[in-house]
């Protein structure tokens, strides 16, 4: 009776035909994917809390506001005061996503929601290395699926993009354009272009979406397979069109805005370790050595072999010899590994063929050597099975399954795709515990009820805009930048927050919060820093608008308990709450104004992108803020502008008031207030962006160091932040590209029909 039973299983899995084979093969498959999944805690992906950890703790607060405000108003980009004073929200960041998390928190709570769109990233560059691999009509590659495995978990870079590591630490973004990438790529090569482009294009466009870097490796050699195809002129032009269509919302608004953003200052890397990292060694060895036996079967697969040296060598090009401020350098690891891994998978690809072609004494090798599954299953559990016991109990058990089909199917190159499988997954040493900690969330963290209190006396105070001390030691509550989920969890606002590019008041918030600290990040490369001159630091919090400042150390709150500047509101836990005195959010100019002519339009663009030349404006408002004496403002102008001391009379200083401006209204939207100073320049202590328009004046123009100044014709002031007219072009252009798109497809499904 065994006997029997044996041999019917064995009939159901040895797949006598092609539909019983795509059928027990998706069998297997799914098992993987369904392993995957709990190693990623799936568990906790559905637990319903706030996740943290890194930069991901930060960009929770974005993407909630995406959700709550942009999303209901069928817009990808806008205006927020959460952060930095005021941030143009995703007009430089990557829309798809937010917009993701929005749709999917349609039905889920939006902590589930964002968990399963960073989850999602990591499945998609899996399933975009499976497809890549895939031969005509297989429904999944082991190859290419251990080969994914092996790219999402390596472990020797936690914040360049596109591994496990760096999307945990809030390169989500990153990892989601990697795997569009790939299957833009993919659906080009694969198949008829006639069925597929479409589905090309729209990838090729996500991956825009996603992330920008990505999307420029892949641009390359995705155009050069489109141009060389041999499809139709018509049918190409279609694939461009619809791509544009797609992405013209942000890229057209994201090129000309470009000068509203914040170099980094990020310092090259400059030496080869810094690109070929330790746990690719053996990769490469291995690689390099069977190419010289498996390079036929290899360049057989000319397409997968040409993009993974394409890879490797334009990583490596660009990684020496980029143009200086146009990229960070550390951001082409990734795409190196990327190439390596790839050419691995084509390796495993060509040993897996000649494996089940082999005689009758390699297999049983082979299936000899398929049995070290139970020591690498041993060292999974043993590692991870007293702290995660649940999840690793559920992948052990669908791997060890698996390993009985397979074996009695008798299908050596899937069991050895299988202990390679469980290889990886024995081979990590911190993964598991970052899934964990970013999946528990905030709420899960010992001492996160210290920030419910904080956050509870905090709303019992007006809504203002809130410094606070920068401290590592913050990590404790999910995240050192656990203080950015200010405005997500009270009705604050605070000074810093993520996306510091994105920013054009992040050096100058970065430059006061040095002195507020004691072990401040300055983040921002080439600036000076003041780190422990407090009394420096006191004074930017009134420059730039702040009403309180936050203190989470012993000495940072002696010295704001003695600071003439602040005054002591509460104590809640380790946080001092502290006012700031004389801190206004609109104030008369009583300085000198200097106007910086500047260039638009592409030159403009250019100079953003590559960062080359100096930008007088910026160079003049940081001297001028680092001067605690100036008695200049700096105004950037355009070129064609009229100079604006003909919009004004001078004024005497010594009449000003500040008592004179009232009901200052600062909302996403909208800013209004009252002021005697008819036809006197104010400062509005928001950043500058050129959507913002006034009703009943002159201006906005952008002043040092990174806010708006108006000249009110009236009594009652009001600015507005407008749709843009390059947003307006580039909605226009998305659906007429989409309308021509439909036209095209519909004149090329019509000749098929008719042939």
Known sequence: MESVSLNILERTLMLKNKKNYKLNISYIKFSFYIALLFFLRIDLVFANNTPTGGDMGAHVVAVNHFVNNLFPQLKIMGWTNIWFAGIPLFYFYFPFPPLLVSLIALIFPFGIAFKIMVMGSVLLVVYGFDKLFRNENEVFSFSGFVGGLIFVLTESFTIYGGNLASTLAGQYSFTYSVGFGLLAYTYIIKGDLNKRYIRSSFFFAMCLLSHLIPFLIFSLITVFKLITSKVSFLEKGNYLVFFSGLSSLWLVPMLFNLSYTTDMGYTPFIKLRDLIKEDIYPMIFLCLFFVIFL??????????????????????????????????????????????????????????????????????????????????????????????????????????????????????????????????????????????????????KENWKDIVSLFDNLNKLPPGRITWEANPDLNEYGTPMVLMAIPMFTNHTSMEGLYFDSSITTPFHFISVSGLSERPS??????????????????????????????????????????????????????????????????????????????????????????????????????????????????????????????????????????????????????????????????????????????????????????????????????????????????????????????????????????
């Open 295 to 444: 390079y036929k079967e290899m360049v057989s697969e000319k397409e997968i072999f040409q993009i993974a040296l394409y890879m490797i060598f334009i990583s490596s090009l660009l990684f020496f010899y980029i143009p200086p401020g146009a990229l960070w350098n550390g951001r082409l690891v990734p795409f190196f590994n990327l190439g390596v891994v790839i050419l691995f998978s084509l390796v495993l690809k060509s040993i897996f063929h000649k494996i089940d072609s082999s005689n009758t004494y390699l297999s049983r090798i082979t299936l000899l050597a398929s049995f070290s599954i139970f020591p690498l299953g041993y060292n999974f559990f043993t590692l991870w099975g007293e702290r995660y016991r649940f999840s690793t109990y559920i992948i052990m058990s669908i791997l060890f399954v698996t390993f009985i089909f397979l074996l009695i199917a008798r299908s050596n190159s899937s069991l050895i795709a299988l202990v390679l499988y469980v290889g990886i997954l024995s081979s990590v040493s911190f993964l598991p515990h970052w899934i964990n900690w970013n999946f528990t969330g905030y709420e899960g």
């Open 522 to 755: 300055n983040p921002v490369g080439g600036l000076r820093y003041f780190n422990g001159d407090f009394e420096r630091g006191t004074h930017y919090l009134r420059e730039l608008g702040v009403d309180y400042y936050i203190t989470n150390t012993e000495k940072l709150y002696e010295k704001a308990i003695n600071n003439d500047n602040l005054v002591m509101i509460n104590k809640v836990n380790m946080f001092g709450i502290f006012g700031v005195k004389d801190s206004y959010k609109v104030v008369p100019v009583t300085k000198q104004l200097e106007e910086v002519r500047i260039d638009q339009g592409v030159n403009s663009i250019l100079s953003s992108l590559f960062r080359d030349k100096e930008n007088e404006f910026i160079d003049s408002s940081l001297n001028n803020f680092y001067d605690l004496n100036s008695e200049t403002h700096f105004l950037e102008i355009p070129k064609e502008h009229e100079k604006i001391d003909s919009l004004y009379e001078p004024f005497l200083l010594e009449n000003i008031n500040q008592d004179d401006i009232t009901d200052v209204l600062i909302e996403d939207s909208r800013i209004s207030f009252k002021t005697k100073y008819v036809g006197k320049p104010h400062i509005i202590k928001v950043s500058y962006f050129p959507n913002w328009e006034i009703r009943n004046g002159h201006g906005p123009y952008r002043v040092d160091p990174s806010f708006m100044l108006i000249i009110p014709l009236e009594t009652n002031v009001e600015l507005n932040f407008k749709t843009s007219n390059l947003e307006l072009v580039s909605r226009i252009l998305f659906f007429l590209a989409i309308s021509i798109s439909i036209f095209i497809n519909t004149l090329v499904k019509r000749r098929f029909d008719i042939v």
